[in-house]
């Protein structure tokens, strides 16, 4: 819940996009913001009133004044309302009537007297976005402070192929909760570091040595940690997943040697840092450089270890740092989990167990316990790995309180 609080308002007008606008308005809702929905008479005739007055939860505002009974639709009012204004689809015509300062509808009376961020999502035909009249429309946007988001390349509803298609729903609203979470949070100014997903340690070219970890649980803790307005430094290995926060930047890496070195460099810039790697604890000691092929009946690969990259960070971690690692065991979970928070100088440990139900790799939900440093126990009943990641937030968030 993101936009929890928030007053989004979202101005409609009058493209084939504007169909969008709707997907826009739910992604917001689900993100906790309030939404209220201004649209020109040109954006009626492509989505009605009555589909974003439903999903908006408040009435559609349209005219200057309700035609019925005069009631006013104070465009300045709806303006100081407004934590952000997105114009979704934006047309041609209405940028270059932003650029220009015409005044002859609600939604450009409210652009123009709101003193909230701006943004526009631009969509036309190709040619039209391309021309010059249109290109320094956008560019004065631009210099005045209007958030642009940029149109995508793809197939016009013109049957034209290229640049002009408005961007997708949901990263338009990724864009309005990047902007909060970029200015606010209760943990702006912190920069945090994550390891997340697996290693994978190369036996030949094209042979490794794995494991099943999906990387959701490391994710999800950098987009809580992210949306709560801290810089996230999430080194990662191969995973499918994609982090989703703006303030997450993503260093890939493959192997235990790599991520240990992405880690400590970034380290000793960071507040702290959380290792939800499932590390390999060992490599080949040698790989082949030709793939290896079948011969005899048993092949014999020697094994070295890898670095600790945990126990590493905690040999660098100063004072003013924290350090926080996963266990995930089968059997002796408490007491295996405490050894590991004191042989690696964590300041707490999450510890999952593969004998929960829900628990562990490849699943979108975990059940944890957080021990601390101070021998403190917190047990969380079964959540989705979102939850708990917003578990893990709060804790740290009091740690660096202190
Ligand atoms: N860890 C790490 N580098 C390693 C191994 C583990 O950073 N080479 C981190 C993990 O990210 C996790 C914590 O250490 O935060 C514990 O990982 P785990 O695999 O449970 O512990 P190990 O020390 O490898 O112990 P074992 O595999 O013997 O249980």
């Not at 997105?86 to 002859?104: E, Q, R, S």
């Not at 690692?325 to 999450?350: C, H, P, R, W, Y």
Request: proline fraction near 4%; aromatic fraction near 6%; include cysteine.
């Amino acid at each position: 819940m993101i936009l929890k609080g928030k007053h989004i308002l979202v101005g409609v007008t009058g493209g084939i996009a504007a169909y969008k606008s709707a997907v826009l308005v739910r992604e917001l809702k689900k993100q906790g913001a309030e939404v209220k929905v201004v649209m020109t008479e040109m954006a009626k005739k492509f989505i009605t009133p009555l589909t974003m007055a439903t999903l908006s939860q408040n009435p559609v505002l349209v005219d200057f004044f309700d035609p019925e009974n005069g009631a006013w639709n104070s465009h300045v009012s709806l303006g100081l309302w407004s934590d952000m204004y997105v114009i979704v689809p934006a047309t041609a015509n209405t940028i270059a009537k932003m650029a220009t300062g015409v005044a002859d509808n609600l939604l450009l009376t409210t652009y123009l007297s709101a003193r909230c961020p701006v943004m526009i999502a631009p969509a036309m035909d190709l040619d039209m976005m391309a021309h010059p009249a249109t290109q320094q429309n956008i560019e004065t946007l631009r210099q005045r402070g209007v958030i642009i988001i940029d149109p995508d390349e793809g197939f016009l509803a013109s049957g034209l192929s290229g640049k002009g298609r408005m961007a997708e729903p949901e990263s338009i609203a990724r864009a309005v909760s990047d902007y909060f979470c970029s200015k606010e949070g209760s943990l702006l100014g912190r920069r945090i570091l994550i390891t997340a997903g697996p290693t994978y340690e190369k036996i030949d070219p094209v042979r490794f040595i794995g494991n099943y970890s999906s990387g959701k649980m490391g994710y999800a803790i950098a987009d809580a940690l992210g949306w709560r307005g801290a810089t996230v430094e999430l080194v990662s290995g191969p995973v499918q997943v994609k982090a989703k926060c703006g303030n997450v930047k993503v260093t890939k890496v493959e192997s235990a040697v790599q991520m240990r070195d992405a880690a400590t460099a970034l380290f000793p810039d960071c507040d702290g840092a959380v290792l939800s790697a499932a590390v390999a604890d060992f490599a080949p000691k040698s790989v082949a450089d030709v793939k290896i092929k079948r011969k005899g009946d048993d092949l014999k690969i020697e094994l070295a270890p890898n670095p600790d990259i945990a126990a590493t960070l905690g040999k660098m971690k100063k004072p003013s740092q924290f350090l926080a690692g996963f266990a995930l065991e089968t059997n002796d979970e408490m007491s295996n989990a405490k050894a590991k928070l004191q042989a690696k100088n964590l300041d707490f440990i999450v510890l999952n167990s593969l004998q929960d139900k829900g628990a562990g790799f490849m699943v979108d939900t975990n059940k944890v316990s957080i021990i601390d440093v101070s021998g403190a126990v917190s047990d969380f009943p079964l959540k989705s790995k979102l939850e708990v990641a917003e578990d893990i937030a709060d804790k740290i968030e009091l740690l660096l309180k202190d």
